[in-house]
């Protein structure tokens, strides 16, 4: 079944995905928090990427540079200081990370 014909004839056998639910809208600012990285930009001081943080409800946004490879104890020293110390623990945090890691966060 390693053919270019078969692969093109094959069915998928999977039931269609349902509709996308949208993400309840936040009540307060800073109680749902998105948060992501983005990497590979050029290195400014030893920093190659960005931790975002951001607020579903207001759009207000925290950058934090790290330096790749970084660590998850050095993500949630960042978090603590800089988004638990002024805006308090968020009920909820949206990413695209693994499951894997926002268990270890």
Do not use: N
Request: proline content about 8%; hydrophobic content about 40%; aromatic content about 8%.
């Amino acid at each position: 079944m390693q053919c270019e014909v078969c692969q093109r004839a094959k069915t998928t056998t999977l039931a269609p995905a349902g509709l996308l639910q949208p993400l309840p809208i936040p009540c307060q600012v800073w109680e749902d928090i998105s948060l992501d990285f983005i990497e590979g930009h050029p290195s400014s001081h030893d920093k190659d990427s960005l931790l975002v943080v951001v607020d579903r409800l207001s759009k207000y946004a925290h950058f934090f540079a790290l330096s790749h490879p970084f660590s998850i104890k050095t993500i949630t020293e960042k978090f603590v200081e800089h988004i638990v110390k002024l805006h308090g623990m968020p009920k909820s945090i949206v990413s695209d990370c693994d499951p894997i890691f926002i268990s270890k966060f």
